[in-house]
């Protein structure tokens, strides 16, 4: 590890020619391993060079003491803040009050690597004891990759979280939106867990990603958890994880969602739906930090924001006694409210045009033109389903339109949503003589209105699955397998 293949570069920084004859035999013998690439003798001499050949030097060697004016500590810290990863290794002048450990450590602090005391004047051949100061030198570069490669993965984090709001962009200038959206980055900040209220297909789960990736825990796991979609019986081992042999079948352990969102976020949707049992634990995570995992005595402490969402009436869910109201009340410590699409009009068009562009390029299309007639059909609509509903919508106007979408478009898309089923025309893709599509297909057109038609017409995904007659867990997975998740 020490010894690698690749030249050192130097860059020293002295101002007594002695000193700098001294450094350079000291590092002699090691010169296929290290060179000292420049020397300066003052501190605004050692900034230009650094500034103006970036990523070139790998070691600093400087002397404490140099004439000037920029010097020690505060030269440390310029350096630094010039590249991180560069590595400094100071030598001072041997005088009884600087040599004490004290003052190395305030070194170490202002960001040196190493530190040492020159020997006296009396020695020509060597600045330090040579084998001491060659190894402080190949751990110093070692110690610079090493910040390197981390800068290197930080950036890549950063950007990725940078996409991911971009990706996650909450679209809308209306007075509401612009509230709500002035609000994200204090609501951010302040690590305190969010309830977010609002209709069906309003943006619940956007605003939650949002919250995320802008707080301090953006580079952790953000974990989303559909309370809806757990079968009661297995809420808990979900959520919190099991031990191996808890009980019969747990072959292994098994990590809870609150420990893989450790350090991070977990959003629960649909919190409502959470069994009363499931609600107590709940509650423990959060007034304690640390959650009961089955088979296991004591707790696992945990560093978890909660953001939950419910589309419900919760407070008639406390009055009714099927949500704990100290739970309520631990969770609406700040609420959110993401309105109707309907009380903020002023965001169709905008929505509309962002779908329109985005799943035009998923569908390799161009994006068509929306005279400012068919606008109109979609600024009044009423939107029951909210957001999700109209870009349902927009999917299904670039189904079916050209390069312009016809006020006849927007009525026959949203008139499809609303279609109960039938051999109509809402079903002419399936039913048309001159295209006969494969019962595949066929089933696959069917299942995904179908699918859309209920969720739109259901206030969550749980009443959906009701609705259908089938297991939520089952329908989550028909959901996603129809890309509507
Ligand atoms: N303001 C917005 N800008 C851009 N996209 C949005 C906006 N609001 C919602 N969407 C998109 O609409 C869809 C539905 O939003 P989301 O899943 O966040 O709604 P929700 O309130 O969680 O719905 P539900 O109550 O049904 O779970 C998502 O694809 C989301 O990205
Ligand atoms: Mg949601």
Known sequence: ????????????IEDEEFDVRRVKKTVEPFSEKMEIVHFVSNGKAALEYLEENRNKIDVVIMDYQISGGLMGEDLIHKIKTIDSSIQIIVITKMTINLSDYHFANRLIKAGAFWYCTKYPGDIDDFIYQPTDFILSIFNAHEKSLLERDRMRSMQKIKRNVADILLQKKIIGESPLMLDLKNDLDRLAQSNINILIRGASGTGKELVAHNIHYRSDRKYENFVVVNCGSLPDQLVESELFGYEKGAFTGADKKKPGLFEIANHGTIFLDEITELPLAAQVKLLR??????IEKIGRTETVKVD??????????IEQEVREKRFREDLYYRLNVLPVVVPDLKKRVEDIPSLI????????????????IIPNETMQIFVKYDWPGNVRELKNVVQ????????????????????IVYETGGGDDGFKDIFNPENIIDLKDAERVFRERYFNFVRTHSVSDADAAKKMGIAPPNYYRMMKELGLK
């Open 353 to 368: 045009d962002h779908f329109l562009r985005n799943i035009s390029i998923d569908m390799g299309k161009e994006k068509p």
């Open 285 to 290: 995570v959060i007034q304690e930090g640390e």
């Open 396 to 415: 299904r106007v670039l189904f079916h339109s050209g390069n312009t979408v016809s006020p006849m478009n927007a009525v026959k898309a949203l008139g």
């Open 304 to 313: 978890v924001r909660v953001i939950a969402a419910t589309n419900r009436n």
């Open 1 to 12: 590890m020490i010894f690698q293949d690749k030249n050192i570069s130097i860059l020293l």
